[in-house]
T-cell receptor, first 114, second 114 residues
């Protein structure tokens, strides 16, 4: 069975600090896809990144970076120099190659304090 | 380019009533999925529609049903509402199915059952 675990329920950091959100996944498939979504208070899930299981190269997009390690089944997300606008709930998610059904973690609520 | 749009935004229903939620996919997308997000939880997959047929279904009772129209828009119907059906209902769209398509979400419909 597929499963995504986000052990950090809630994190608070002061603005400009770096913060890492942890994600551990379980799957028996060799081909799968990992995602991160951001959910502001409005409710909409905002797509941040998609990574397939064959691409372990880390990715950086502005202040955001992702560290994918198959050996530890982890797909961690780091925000550098955090800003108040980064405050939201962040979800890590997993899908397989057969369909687009996404399995979400329970999310990490991130508070960036001014 | 319009994203995924959902209606209504908020609604309140009484236990035992029926509700219909509507979704228009992102332009160019032909696949619609529905998710239920209870407070403090990650979204849970309800079902997916492609080519006007239900292609996949999550662990939800038959009280939850849906429909996809020729223009790819979709409806989610919930009969005999329970208090536990109170949640944010998210619609997601993509082009085709499988292969880790990027899924785009709407802002959701907040349903409160009293």
């Amino acid at each position: 069975a597929q499963k995504v675990t986000q052990a950090q329920t809630e994190i608070s950091v002061v603005e400009k600090e770096d913060v890492t959100l942890d994600c551990v996944y379980e799957t028996r498939d060799t081909t799968y896809y990992l995602f991160w979504y951001k959910q502001p208070p409005s409710g909409e899930l905002v797509f941040l990144i998609r990574r397939n299981s064959f691409d372990e190269q880390n990715e950086i997009s502005g202040r955001y970076s992702w560290n994918f390690q198959k050996s530890t089944s982890s797909f961690n997300f780091t925000i550098t120099a955090s800003q108040v606008v980064d405050s939201a709930v962040y979800f890590c998610a997993l899908s397989d190659w057969r369909d687009d059904k996404i399995i979400f973690g329970k999310g990490t609520r991130l508070h960036i304090l001014p | 380019d319009a994203g995924v749009t959902q209606s209504p935004t908020h609604l309140i229903k009484t236990r035992g009533q029926q509700v219909t939620l509507r979704c228009s996919p992102k332009s160019g997308h032909d696949t619609v999925s529905w998710y239920q997000q209870a407070l403090g939880q990650g979204p849970q997959f309800i079902f997916q529609y492609y080519e006007e047929e239900e292609r996949q279904r999550g662990n939800f009772p038959d009280r939850f049903s849906g429909h996809q129209f020729p223009n790819y828009s979709s409806e989610l119907n919930v009969n005999a509402l329970w208090l536990g059906d109170s949640a944010l209902y998210l619609c997601a769209s993509s082009h085709g199915t499988g292969n880790g398509n990027t899924i785009y979400f709407g802002e959701g419909s907040w349903l409160t059952v009293v």
